[in-house]
């Protein structure tokens, strides 16, 4: 199926998000926790949480700083969600 074959992908073959994976939003010269309670919906002690935990990607990086400045062109991965940053 389609969902087993994204699954695959990005957990057994580690290949990373294709095209349609990946959604275009703004937000450039945001930093990282008030740009991802907006973008993903969800409080910003639970956006501290998952970088405290390493669930936050900035280009295949792990972060661990609360002050990351997002900008464009960047592409930022959290809970199974890949945004990339506009120019």
């Known amino acids: 199926t389609e969902a ?4 695959n ?4 073959d ?3 998000p294709t095209t349609e994976d990946i959604e ?3 937000g ?12 993903l919906a969800i409080s910003r002690s639970e956006v501290r949480r998952l970088i ?3 669930g936050v990607k900035v280009d295949g990086k792990a972060i661990d700083s609360f002050e990351h ?5 960047e ?5 199974r969600r890949h945004l990339k940053i506009k120019s």
């Open 24 to 26: 275009t939003v703004d």
């Open 28 to 39: 450039k010269d945001a930093d990282i926790v008030s740009f991802l309670e907006g973008a």
């Open 75 to 79: 592409l930022i991965s959290a809970r």
């Open 52 to 54: 405290t935990g390493g």
């Open 69 to 73: 400045k997002v900008k464009a062109g």
């Open 4 to 7: 087993e074959a994204a699954f």
């Open 9 to 12: 992908r990005l957990f057994r």
């Open 14 to 16: 580690k290949t990373g």
